[in-house]
């Protein structure tokens, strides 16, 4: 779905650097990429943090994969086909707001591994953060909030991640946190403290 259709295209530089931008935020762009089941908190914590963050002054912006599916990706289903565009494009979306000096957070299940690889592979290491929601299947679908789960059991929703479809979790993410075990405040802490030890915001 990646190969490149478009030709005698050239990419133009801009006359203001990322740098200045940056040092116009006082901020360095960056990704953090929450990952996990459904229901297990991504969302949740994405906003959390944005909130914690903007209170501090700073620039954020939270993609939600509900959200993007309303718009951008209203024309991908859930086949891994679809799976792999959808973050495809996530990823260079994200690119580009890091790019511009955004702590810019994605909120998407992204089950496959190779897909995440590709996302982190578009920005420089340090400013790709993956944070695992590691909540355990059973206590996702004790939330529900959607009632997903009950329609995937079902059988009327199918390849939905965790139930007929796999979840293939990050082998060394920066970040795993438990949304069973702590409390939202304690998991957004943790995030904002890997953003400042890695000085891409002040501490």
Partial sequence: MADR??????????AIT?????????QKGCVLWFTGLSASGKSTLALEVENTLHGRGRLT???????????????LGFSPADREENIRRIGEVSKL?????VIVMTAFISPYRADRDTARALVEDERFIEVFVDCPLEVCEERDPKGLYKKARAGEIPEF??????????????????TAEST????SESVVKILEDRGLIPG
């Fill in 5 to 14: 259709k478009s030709t005698n295209i050239t990419w133009h530089e801009g």
């Fill in 18 to 26: 990322r740098e200045d931008r940056e040092k116009l935020l006082d």
């Fill in 61 to 75: 912006y939270v993609l939600d994969g509900d959200n993007i599916r309303h718009g951008l990706n209203k024309n």
């Fill in 97 to 101: 707001f890091a790019d511009s000096g």
């Fill in 161 to 178: 991640t965790g139930i007929s479809a796999p979840y293939e979790a990050p082998d060394h993410p920066e970040l795993v946190i438990n």
């Fill in 184 to 187: 939202l405040a304690e998991c």
